[in-house]
């Protein structure tokens, strides 16, 4: 089975610094994908960033840069240079093989980005 | 480019009347997926349509619950009988393929309400 873990608690961040969304997750499949999707208060469901789980580099799309450490089960999202209109709920997850190749999310992480 | 269009964007029904939620995804996309997100909650996977392949409707939580997706492309979720515990919002996706490493993406959702 695939479970993704999301824990922290409501984030707070001064617009223009920077934030770190952990994730954790737990498969014994070898090959895998990792997404995180942003949430904003209209609903939709946004795609950031991606990450395969043989890819060398961490991944990064503009201010939004992925922390992976493969031996930890660990895809931590770094925001950098934080907007107002970054404020959101964040969600992580995965497909594999294991999983059918479903998207499996994690609960999600609230931020809330403050002038 | 078009991405995911659902419809209608909110539904409010009456306890045991029949829904029909319509998704249209992004053109070329061979995999469509939904999803139903309770309050506050994450994304619970319900079923999904790869190709010319049988579905997969292992996350349909009971069998009020039915979709189809017409020449591999427009799908619609039925729920039949709603029950207020069906109110929430479902979400469709799709990707290119259904694999690892494919992207979903997903539309703007449907709101139902079921008084």
């Known amino acids: 089975a695939q479970k993704i873990t999301q824990t922290q608690p409501g984030m707070f961040v001064q617009e223009k610094e920077a934030v770190t969304l952990d994730c954790t997750y737990d498969?014994?499949?070898?090959?895998?994908?990792l997404f995180w999707y942003k949430q904003p208060s209209s609903g939709e469901m946004i795609f950031l960033i991606y990450q395969g789980s043989y890819d060398q580099q961490n991944a990064t799309e503009g201010r939004y840069s992925l922390n992976f450490q493969k031996a930890r089960k660990s895809a931590n999202l770094v925001i950098s240079a934080s907007q107002l209109g970054d404020s959101a709920m964040y969600f992580c997850a995965m497909r594999g093989r294991y999983g059918n190749n479903r998207l499996a999310f994690g609960k999600g992480n609230q931020v809330v980005v403050i002038p | 480019g078009a991405g995911v269009s659902q419809s209608p964007s909110n539904k409010v029904t009456e306890k045991g009347k029949d829904v029909e939620l319509r998704c249209d995804p992004i053109s070329g996309h061979t995999a469509l997926y939904w999803y139903r997100q309770s309050l506050g909650q994450g994304l619970e996977f319900l079923i999904y349509f790869q190709g010319n392949s049988a579905p997969d409707k292992s996350g349909l939580p009971s069998d009020r619950f039915s979709a189809e997706r017409t020449g591999g492309s427009v799908s619609t979720l039925t729920i039949q009988r709603t029950q207020q515990e069906d109110s929430a919002v479902y979400l469709c996706?799709?990707?290119?393929?259904?694999?690892?490493?494919?992207?979903?993406?997903f539309g703007p959702g449907t709101r139902l309400t079921v008084l």
């Open positions: 996706a799709s990707s290119l393929y259904h694999s690892r490493t494919d992207t979903q993406y």
């Open positions: 498969t014994s499949d070898p090959s895998y994908g």
